[in-house]
T-cell receptor, first 111, second 118 residues
Framework: DAKTTQPPSMDCAEGRAANLPCNHS???????VYWYRQIHSQGPQYIIH???NNETNEMASLIITEDRKSSTLILPHATLRDTAVYYC????????????FGKGTSLLVTP | EAQVTQNPRYLITVTGKKLTVTCSQN?????MSWYRQDPGLGLRQIYY???????DKGDVPEGYKVSRKEKRNFPLILESPSPNQTSLYFC?????????????????FGPGTRLTVL
C-alpha cells in the first residue's frame, strides 16, 4: 500500500470548514483513498473513500487531485464533536482488508 | 441497531492467566479482524477472518489465537498473557469488499477493550 503523509495536528474554529490534507505521491492506479477518524480512544469510524473523482456524503467531502498524488478531506462546518484523529489510508481494494492507519492528523475544533 | 460489541471493555489480569476477549457483530458481515493500538505505534492488525472457519495472521499475531466458528463471533484468545500485551484492542467487521459500491466499503469497529497485564 502507498505511504501517506499527513500533518500531525491542525486547529479549526467551530462552524468553519476543516480542510485536512494528505499526500500520497506513490499511489498506484488501483489504490483507493480512504478516510477514517478516531475520537479519543473510541473505535475508528469510516468517513469516506474515493478513487479519482471527488466524493461527498453526509459527513464530508473528499477532493482528490487530478494526478492523484494528494487529497483533502473537507468537513464543511466543523463542530466540537469533530475533534478527533483523522487517518488517510491508501490501499488496494480486496487486498486483505487490513487498514494501515499510520499516525494521522489530530484535529482540534475550538469554540 | 447495527453494531460490533466487545467484552469485556476493561480487564486487568496477571501474567500467564488465559483470557478471552469476545467480539460479536449483528450485521451478517463476512469479514472480521482484531487490531491492537499502542502509543506511537498506531493500530496494528493481529488476525483477520474472511469468513467462517477461515482465519489468517495479520501484522502482529504472536501470542494470540482466534477462532471463527460462527459468522457473528470472532473471539481473541490470549493463552498466556504477558505485560507486552497490555494494549487497547479493537474488533472490526465489514461486508465482502467491493469499492465500487459505496455502502460496501465501511469497516465497523467495536468500542475497544483496554487490557492491562501485570
Amino acid at each position: 500500500d502507498a505511504k501517506t503523509t499527513q500533518p500531525p495536528s491542525m486547529d479549526c474554529a467551530e462552524g468553519r470548514a476543516a480542510n485536512l490534507p494528505c499526500n500520497h505521491s506513490t499511489i498506484s492506479g488501483n489504490e483507493y483513498v480512504y478516510w477514517y477518524r478516531q475520537i479519543h480512544s473510541q473505535g475508528p469510524q469510516y468517513i469516506i473513500h474515493g478513487l479519482k473523482n471527488n466524493e461527498t456524503n453526509e459527513m464530508a467531502s473528499l477532493i482528490i487531485t487530478e494526478d492523484r498524488k494528494s487529497s483533502t478531506l473537507i468537513l464543511p462546518h466543523a463542530t466540537l464533536r469533530d475533534t478527533a484523529v483523522y487517518y488517510c489510508i491508501v490501499r488496494v481494494a480486496n487486498s486483505g482488508y487490513a487498514l494501515n492507519f499510520g499516525k494521522g492528523t489530530s484535529l482540534l475544533v475550538t469554540p | 441497531e447495527a453494531q460490533v460489541t466487545q467484552n469485556p471493555r476493561y480487564l486487568i489480569t496477571v501474567t500467564g492467566k488465559k483470557l478471552t476477549v469476545t467480539c460479536s457483530q449483528n450485521m451478517n458481515h463476512e469479514y472480521m479482524s482484531w487490531y491492537r493500538q499502542d502509543p506511537g505505534l498506531g493500530l496494528r492488525q493481529i488476525y483477520y477472518s474472511m469468513n467462517v472457519e477461515v482465519t489468517d495472521k495479520g501484522d502482529v499475531p504472536e501470542g494470540y489465537k482466534v477462532s471463527r466458528k460462527e459468522k457473528r463471533n470472532f473471539p481473541l484468545i490470549l493463552e498466556s498473557p504477558s505485560p507486552n500485551q497490555t494494549s487497547l484492542y479493537f474488533c472490526a467487521s465489514s461486508l465482502r469488499e467491493n469499492p465500487s459500491l459505496r455502502h460496501r466499503n465501511e469497516q465497523f469497529f467495536g468500542p475497544g477493550t483496554r487490557l492491562t497485564v501485570l
